[in-house]
Nanobody, 132 residues
């Protein structure tokens, strides 16, 4: 199981930018799809963005596409989420996650679905609050 620690959250005004970082430890990080998820009060945890392992293809929720960018640095065991033009509706706890299921890379590639239930290793979360 991969251990993940998020950082970079904070309180910002609408229109601002933030970069979230996720540091990974453990084995087989290179083979693991990684995702960013968020959970707002009263809502289900939702997929924000995922990045695959073997091809580094990226996937985004419609609500963030064009504003957020996911990237990974396997040499440093890091994954990032660059968030631009933040909106109040982006307010949530943001989590990074990784999957230990080798089949997930193929499933993600074919489906383009970034689903919380497909991931088994989770960070503790970092709070992002966007004021209007």
């Amino acid at each position: 199981e991969v251990q993940l620690v998020e950082s970079g959250g904070g309180l910002v005004q609408a229109g601002a930018s933030l970069t979230l970082s996720c540091a990974a430890s453990g084995s087989t990080f290179d083979d693991s799809p990684v995702g960013w998820f968020r959970q707002a009060p009263g809502k289900e945890r939702e997929g924000v963005s995922c990045i695959n392992s073997y091809d580094n293809n990226t996937y985004y929720a419609d609500s963030v596409k064009g504003r957020f960018t996911i990237s990974r640095d396997n040499a440093k065991n890091m994954v990032y989420l660059q968030m631009n033009r933040l909106k109040p509706e982006d307010t949530a706890v943001y989590y990074c996650a990784a999957s230990s299921d080798a089949a997930h890379a193929i499933i993600l590639s074919l489906s383009g679905l970034c689903r919380p239930t497909d991931f088994n290793s989770w960070g503790q979360g970092t709070q992002v609050t966007v004021s209007s």
